[in-house]
């Protein structure tokens, strides 16, 4: 029963180092992105708070924590203060997934449990949008649902066709079906199909329609201010940190060689940052047109070859 007790313990601490270290991540992520534009655009950046700008992400923390809540208008008011919450606790939830080879709780079913909790994010941004009585938020909102439902769907088959390769729902058990060879070089096409959902379902730049600056002015969060837009902030570059890592799990067989695996993640949020700088903003029907003419076929495509490769060698076998 000590026994027991100690490695609760220890796990339950475990995850709590976790999470401290992921929200550091978070900080330096801003500052990482930031100062990638600014040299991407000829300019410096921040760089006067510190050693060239290290205390920058703390001080915007302050700054935004400490500006006057007041009541929004005709907001849906319980939704619109509760809403960024449960986002930020959901992506801190999907970080319980992270793949330990030694956890207490083993989880069979990691990957259908990062599914459902893709999809109830989607579903907040939609209450995000909606709870906020503003035509931009709600426009904003119209938008998440035409493009999470598109892309979730290509997006999750993606998954199952990785799920076909491992024959597991386990994270862990998908690694170890990559100790030979990866993924990554195995169906190298479905890596990219993979790598553009993922941008979709982060809502980042060439995808961003769901808070399109340009023309939604921030899109479903612009009624979002103080604490409430630090929690909406902090889980979506949560989420950019957690794809970057799910990247390297679903391609790569790296968790047990922690620096490779540290470099892989960095090397992919600094794409997904690049590319912001670099790409300008897609034509909605551009992209709706990706997914249901160009990836969904291709997806569809790669799964009827796994199955089909599977069948052959369960027949020879």
């Not at 959901?90 to 992270?98: A, E, K, P, R, T």
């Amino acid at each position: 029963m000590k026994n027991i007790n100690f490695y609760m313990l220890m796990n339950i601490l475990n995850l709590v180092i976790l999470l401290i270290i992921l929200l550091m991540a978070i900080a330096f992520l801003t500052l990482l992105e930031r100062k990638i534009l600014s040299y991407v655009q000829l300019r410096k950046g921040p760089n006067k708070l510190g050693f060239v700008g290290f205390l920058q992400p703390f001080s915007d923390a302050i700054k935004l924590l400490n500006k006057e809540l007041f009541y929004v208008y005709k907001s849906n008011y319980n939704l619109y203060y509760l809403c960024p919450l449960l986002m930020f606790g959901l992506m801190m939830f999907m970080w319980l997934l992270y793949p330990y080879y030694t956890n207490i709780y083993f989880l069979n079913y990691s990957i259908l449990l990062m599914i459902i909790f893709m999809t109830l994010s989607g579903y907040l941004i939609i209450l995000i949008g909606w709870s906020a009585n503003s035509v931009y938020s709600m426009m904003g909102a119209i938008r998440s649902v035409s493009q999470m439902l598109s892309y979730e769907v290509s997006f999750i088959l993606i998954i199952f066709s990785l799920m076909l390769m491992g024959e597991s729902y386990s994270l862990v058990d998908l690694l170890k079906f990559q100790k030979n060879i990866w993924f990554l070089f195995l169906v190298y096409p479905l890596f990219l199909l993979y790598f553009i959902s993922i941008m979709v379902e982060m809502n980042r730049s060439p995808m961003d329609f769901i808070e399109g600056e340009s023309e939604l002015v921030s899109g479903f969060n612009i009624e979002y201010f103080s604490g409430s837009f630090t929690l909406i902030f902090l889980s979506e570059y949560g989420m950019i940190i957690f794809f970057s890592y799910m990247s390297v799990i679903f391609f790569t067989n790296l968790l047990e060689s922690g620096l490779f695996m540290f470099f892989f993640t960095v090397m992919y949020s600094f794409l997904i940052i690049v590319i912001r700088g670099l790409l300008p903003r897609m034509r909605y029907d551009e992209l709706m047109y990706l997914c249901w003419k160009i990836i969904l076929p291709l997806v569809l495509m790669y799964i009827i070859l796994i199955i089909s490769f599977k069948f052959v060698m369960l027949m020879f076998n």
